[in-house]
């Protein structure tokens, strides 16, 4: 089935065949995976300050708090807190200074309010992003491959770990990716079928991918130009009515564009509640990497560099995807490849806007995280798609995809519920993640829970912790001595340790950089971990040696 002849319209009507009720399975697994862990994990380091600031939003039209990323997601995430009514104090220095202080008002709004209460609600509607996600991922495979290559992507979207932990985070990125995925299957249907109720849809989404991230800009420019191919003609739609090509040239391809990106422009506008200065959105791009300091380096395969790597993001997907996904995007290509002259405009729309996405990206982004880059999960998985068929047109190609299939299925089983930790078997898998990434790829402070609960599995009343994030382990009942700089860079006194994956990789900068005995990593072996965010480590007392026979 070529783009051409598969179905861009909804399928409303009638039971849905076995394809389609397959990818509701899947797309309803991802649900219950994103739901279910969620509820174990504590807050993320950046929801301390996304979930109460998008609170303060609808609660009081104050977008003040947390300006570096626009506000939609964070105010989606605050409408369920509406209805638990939580105490907010406008009163605390945090909030009245300027400007405020984000991460103490976030800090101390989270937790002395009931925290994970909080946290469950305000992730929900993160969760439906996510699922909204799936959706058009579905839809796009669906009506580029057929139905079979439709559920094919609902099974590798579904047991994809990396965007079953940032669907339930209260942050930007997998609602960049719904938004994005959505305007692009919109506007394939405008250049497909000439609708403008599809053209408004796609202007809408990209408005609220802006809405949502900072990062969409990289989108607007290959959306725009694909507009204006596909309403000048030059995209290959034909008018109904005559059979002839669509389009008027040049004047349409401009009042098109213009409308579209005026539509995407209003919803933006209204997102940040309709403010006066019109260089509100240019006010805000220019405090995107405000919360990063200039002299902390990155970290990537052992080494630690300040200017980064170009090659980062790439290698990070790599690293975090799963192999058999992998393997499909391979296959699903060279299928792609060999009928590409059937499906210029279909790669076009699909794969321009990715690229521009990914080369923006590797050119600005700073590299904390695989994170950054999960709009680009979207087409990929429908590239991957295109070996569906291939995958069901024999017998050994039948039981290739079903090894291919219960290595996705056991693997998102066994990651659960540290999806965030996720690093593929090609790389040596989660327990290898702090010899190649850090920071939001394996450790951002969300197992003070799963720390709590191990403490009360192995009767430990206290312990010595470090824990570099801002959330708080008092509030789960943790009881701890924060670990000393004698404990850390010289010799660890006796004791019981729990110290945080992130504090072991910056651990060995330090002992890189000062020569000091920190690199806890490669110098003392574990006695447990605690999911793949907290290393255990026990230090006996010290025992004299034992007097020599005959002495």
Not at 524 to 549: K, N
């Amino acid at each position: 089935m070529t783009g051409t002849e598969a179905s861009t319209r909804p399928r409303l009507t009638g039971l849905p065949n076995p394809w389609s009720a397959a990818a509701i399975m899947f797309l309803a697994a991802f649900v219950v995976q994103a739901v279910a862990s969620m509820r174990l994990i504590s807050a993320s380091s950046d929801e301390t300050s996304h979930l109460p600031a998008g609170y303060t939003y609808v609660r009081t039209g104050d977008l003040r708090l947390n300006p570096q990323h626009p506000p939609l997601s964070k105010m989606l995430a605050a409408i369920p807190l509406l209805a638990l009514a939580p105490r907010l104090d406008l009163s605390q220095p945090a909030w009245t200074s300027t400007p405020p202080d984000e991460w103490s008002f976030g800090r101390r709004f989270l937790y002395t309010n009931d925290a994970d209460r909080l946290l469950f609600w305000g992730r929900l509607p993160m969760v439906g992003l996510g699922l909204l996600l799936g959706v058009y991922t579905w839809l796009s495979a669906r009506d580029l491959f057929g139905e079979e290559a439709g559920a094919m992507a609902a099974l590798l979207f579904a047991s994809c770990p990396t965007i079953v932990a940032h669907a339930h985070l209260v942050t930007m990125d997998v609602g960049l990716a719904a938004f994005s995925a959505a305007s692009v299957w919109h506007l394939r249907v405008y250049a497909l079928q000439g609708s403008r109720g599809h053209l408004a849809a796609s202007g809408v989404c990209l408005g609220l991918a802006l809405a949502t991230k900072f990062s969409a800009v990289l989108f607007a420019p290959a959306l725009a130009v694909l507009v204006a191919l596909s309403a000048s003609g030059l995209g290959g739609r034909r008018d109904r009515r005559a059979g002839e090509p669509g389009g008027r040239g040049v004047r349409e391809a401009a009042l098109t564009t213009g409308l579209y990106l005026a539509i995407a422009g209003f919803v933006v506008w209204a997102a940040y509640l309709f403010p006066r200065d019109p260089l509100f959105y240019w006010h805000g791009l220019r405090l995107v990497n405000r919360d990063h300091d200039a002299s902390v380096p990155f970290y990537l395969l052992g080494e630690f560099r300040t200017t980064g790597w170009w090659y980062y993001f790439p290698l990070a997907l790599l690293f975090k995807t799963p192999v058999p996904t992998m393997a499909a995007v391979a296959v699903g290509g060279w299928s792609w490849w060999r009928r590409r002259p059937e499906g210029r405009l279909d790669g076009a729309i699909l794969l321009l806007p990715a690229l521009a996405f990914l080369i923006g990206t590797v050119a600005f982004a700073h590299e904390l995280g695989v994170r950054y880059v999960i709009p680009l999960y979207a087409p990929l998985i429908v590239l991957a798609s295109a070996s569906a068929r291939w995958l069901v047109a024999s017998w050994p190609a039948r039981v290739a995809a079903s090894v291919l299939a219960t290595w996705l299925i056991v693997g998102a089983w066994l990651i659960y519920p540290d999806h965030l930790a996720y690093f593929n078997e090609a790389v040596g898998g989660p327990s290898r993640g702090p010899d190649l990434l850090d920071d939001s790829n394996i450790d951002w402070g969300q197992d003070l829970k799963g720390l709590k609960r191990w403490m009360d599995d192995h009767g430990v009343d206290s312990l010595r912790l470090l824990y570099p994030w801002n959330g708080s382990p008092e509030y789960y009942g943790i009881r701890f001595e924060p670990v000393t700089s004698q404990d850390w860079l010289v010799r660890p006194r006796p004791g019981l340790y729990a110290i945080s994956t992130m504090a072991l990789v910056r651990g060995r900068l330090e002992a890189r950089t000062s020569g000091a005995e920190s690199d806890w990593l490669d110098r003392y072996r574990p006695s447990d971990r605690v999911g793949y965010s907290f290393y255990i480590y026990r230090f006996e007392e010290a025992r004299p040696p034992a007097p020599r026979s005959g002495a």
